[in-house]
């Protein structure tokens, strides 16, 4: 059973990387019945879908919000698979090639890595001035190399 704050902290992390790093995961306690709830936003605060399960204690609640997002992490994946996928077709389209710096502008490191390839082969099948690739770059914008 998880009794302190450093443990559940440790869990919403862990789901949050597993969602990817624009999810907003946080857990509430309140008076209603039943008290507790954790909310999770795949997109971030302001995106769409947002899920939330309440329960009578973390555990139960942790443990629905994890069964939703197993039955909708697919559908998350073809979304951003499609977003990267556009956004690989725009960017060849205006600067004759496109780069991993200029898709961490509108997607961070890992979506890019996870995703990336596939985007590319989805690209490949949406417009006719393929084949489309990723073009690294020397160094990145995160700050770590």
């Known amino acids: 059973m998880i009794v302190n704050i450093e ?11 597993e969602v990817g790093s624009k999810a907003e995961v946080s857990f509430t306690v309140g008076l209603d019945s039943p008290p507790a709830y954790v909310y999770l936003a795949p ?9 939330i399960e309440r329960g009578n204690s973390f555990e139960e609640c942790f443990e629905k919000i994890t069964s ?6 697919e559908s998350h994946r073809a979304e951003i698979v499609k977003r990267i996928a556009l956004a690989i ?53 995160t700050g770590e190399n």
């Open 7 to 17: 443990e559940i902290r440790a869990q919403l992390a862990a789901l949050k990387a």
């Open 43 to 51: 997109y971030g605060l302001l995106g769409k879908p947002t899920l």
């Open 68 to 73: 939703r997002w197993r039955e909708c992490a």
């Open 89 to 141: 077709i725009r960017l060849t389209a205006e600067l004759g090639e496109c780069s991993d710096a200029a898709l961490r502008v509108e997607f961070d490191s890992t979506e890019v890595s996870r995703y990336g390839q596939e985007a590319c082969e989805l690209a490949d099948k949406m417009a006719a001035n393929g084949p489309f690739k990723i073009v690294a770059t020397a160094g990145d914008n």
